[in-house]
């Protein structure tokens, strides 16, 4: 099991482009979770898919959406890119209703807005 | 609102010295608590939660719910333990979403 995967590894996009990344979950896991991390920060949460639906939503606006597969697979798409927007972008899959909510990263998606 | 606290951006100690991480948080349920750890070049990845009341490669951490702290310890710091560190807080009543702290490096020098 190669655990979380994403793609791309890097993207560079320009100011007003639209972007999107793509997460496969560790096997057997059915949740998952997207993650910003902006350079010094620590992660924040952004939105969670569950059985293909957003299930929960942090402070982000709607420029960000998702989407999940019913392989559990799922995408992040971000529109009108803005220069703030340069993060590194975290996968996280989890299996609801497993013992500990513990969360499994993938190595992320650096995107840099010019 | 869930919101956690690291003061330390930065702790640096010599081989041998003890290290401790601090973490505060603020939630008004029942959280459950988490150290993430990322060495360089790896993910992010989890080295203990407050449940399991565990050691892991040396650190322990305790949930004071008085003071609303779960501080990272570990008593003899190794160079392999400079990395990343996270305190993250979570909850079952906010469906399991992570709020992190903003980390602190620590530097482990020989």
């Known amino acids: 099991d190669a655990g979380v995967t994403q793609s791309p590894t890097h993207l560079i996009k320009t100011r007003g482009q639209q972007v999107t990344l793509r997460c496969s979950p560790k096997?057997?896991?059915?949740?998952v979770s997207w993650y910003q991390q902006a350079l010094g920060q620590g992660p924040q949460f952004i939105f969670q898919y569950y059985e293909e639906e957003e299930r929960q939503r942090g402070n982000f606006p709607d420029r960000f959406s998702g989407h999940q597969f019913p392989n559990y697979s799922s995408e992040l798409n971000v529109n009108a890119l803005l220069l703030g927007d340069s993060a590194l972008y975290l996968c996280?899959?989890?299996?609801?209703?497993?013992?500990?909510?513990?969360?499994?990263f993938g190595p992320g998606t650096r995107l840099t807005v010019l | 609102a869930q919101r956690v606290t690291q003061p330390e951006k930065l702790l640096s100690v010599f081989k041998g010295a003890p290290v401790e991480l601090k973490c505060n948080y603020s939630y008004s349920g029942s959280p459950e608590l988490f150290w993430y750890v990322q060495y360089s070049r790896q993910r992010l990845q989890l080295l203990l939660r407050?449940?399991s009341r565990e050691s892991i490669k040396g650190f322990t951490a305790d949930l004071n719910k008085g003071e609303t702290s779960f501080h990272l310890k570990k008593p003899f710091a190794q160079e392999e333990d400079s990395a990343m560190y996270y305190c993250?807080?979570?909850?079952?009543?906010?469906?399991?979403?992570?709020?992190f702290g903003g980390g602190t490096r620590v530097l482990v020098k020989p």
């Open positions: 993250a807080l979570s909850s079952r009543a906010a469906g399991n979403k992570l709020t």
């Open positions: 407050h449940i």
């Open positions: 096997s057997g896991h059915d949740t």
């Open positions: 996280a899959s989890s299996l609801v209703g497993a013992t500990h909510n513990e969360q499994f």
